[in-house]
């Protein structure tokens, strides 16, 4: 089954302790995101990645970082979180007609 | 750069009754369009999109949309819709260009669609 997967799916953590959560697909895709779903506000691009080893920043990308050593995987990593990343968080990949497939969502509090 | 506005933040509706959810964009080269719907405490699932063709795209499940080039707007519309419609729905719209804004996809604020017995 065509999929991207997401962990944890839930996560509580304390300000400043880094944390990653991981993020999977079995597509073969080239192109993978990360978005923030915050309320009201829609969903806002982090960071995203054409290829391996190639990443950019998206519309949000203050205090995060990714990295895509691997096609099918793009972890994202929040090296001193702070309760402003309290958010709902999405990865996402890619195919060629531009159809993005999205994992079911990290849910992360910052305290 | 690129925009999305969805103008309704919520609209609640009885159920067998029609429904328009509103998006505007805006952008400077020319887009490939899309709606996605999230259901309660789940991921977002593409419901429809517009590529090129044919202005009017329809979903599996009732829903359809028309792109509008001259007004800039994608509006998704259903004439009956049902209690499990019930969710958020956002437009977005991806650049039909090259380069590095090829592919990315830029989200309205989202609309939640209540349908009421």
């Known amino acids: 089954e065509a999929q991207v997967t997401q962990n944890p799916r839930y996560l509580i953590t304390v300000t400043g302790k880094k944390l990653t959560v991981t993020c999977s697909q079995n597509m073969n895709h080239e192109y993978m995101s990360w978005y923030r779903q915050d309320p009201g506000l829609g969903l806002r691009q982090i960071y995203y990645?054409?290829?391996?080893?190639?990443?950019d920043k998206g519309d949000v990308p203050e205090g995060y970082k990714v990295s895509r050593k691997e096609k099918r995987n793009f972890p994202l990593i929040l090296e001193s979180p702070s309760p402003n990343q309290t958010s709902l968080y999405f990865c996402a990949s890619r195919d060629r007609i531009l159809e993005q497939y999205f994992g079911p969502g990290t849910r992360l509090t910052v305290t | 750069a690129q925009s999305v506005t969805q103008l309704d933040s919520q609209v609640p509706v009885f159920e067998e009754a029609p429904v328009e959810l509103r998006c505007n964009y805006s952008?400077?080269?020319?887009?490939?369009l899309f709606w996605y719907v999230q259901y309660p405490n789940q991921g977002l699932q593409l419901l429809l999109k517009?590529?090129?063709?044919?202005?009017l795209v329809e979903s599996i499940n009732g829903f359809e949309a028309e792109f509008n080039k001259s007004q800039t707007s994608f509006h998704l519309r259903k004439p009956s819709v049902h209690i499990s419609d019930t969710a958020e729905y956002f437009c977005?719209?991806?650049?039909?260009?090259?380069?590095?804004?090829?592919?990315?996809?830029?989200f309205g604020q989202g609309t939640i669609l209540t349908v009421h017995p």
């Open positions: 517009y590529l090129s063709g044919s202005t």
């Open positions: 977005a719209v991806g650049a039909n260009a090259g380069g590095t804004s090829y592919g990315k996809l830029t």
């Open positions: 952008s400077s080269v020319s887009v490939y």
């Open positions: 990645s054409m290829n391996v080893e190639v990443t």
